[in-house]
């Protein structure tokens, strides 16, 4: 399956944004998919991901009641949905895929989201 994530830019402090992650050459539904992200100077960290229904999410403790994840397989795609933005979430976004939880074996190129203070 391959990954393309979109919908980064640049938001003040506080705003919102909503990232997609287009799949093709699969169906995502018999994907776990998730997202990691990447600061500058920093190592790449799980932010959360969604069973191959939607039914569940599970998300890292930082990112808990600001970020959602929803996925829509009819039309195989993810969605990261970030509110309350900080500063400190400035990184390049990526959305990933695996047959299981915690076992991501497709990335996407990533999106890079910039937040203003």
């Known amino acids: 399956v391959q990954l393309q994530a979109s919908g980064g830019g640049l938001v003040q402090t506080g705003g919102s944004l909503r990232l997609s992650c287009a799949a093709s050459?699969?169906?995502?539904?018999?994907?776990?998919m998730g997202w990691f992200r990447q600061a500058p100077g920093k190592e790449r960290e799980f932010v959360g991901h969604?069973?191959?229904?939607?039914?569940?999410?599970f998300y890292a403790d930082y990112v808990k009641g600001r970020f959602f994840i929803s996925r829509d397989n009819a039309k195989n795609t993810v969605f990261l949905e970030i509110y309350s933005l900080k500063p400190e979430d400035t990184a390049v976004y990526y959305c990933?895929?695996?047959?299981?939880?915690?076992?991501?074996?497709?990335w996407g190129q990533g999106t890079q989201v910039t937040v203003s203070s």
């Open positions: 990933v895929a695996g047959r299981t939880f915690g076992r991501y074996d497709a």
């Open positions: 050459g699969r169906s995502i539904s018999n994907y776990v």
């Open positions: 969604i069973n191959w229904s939607g039914s569940n999410t």
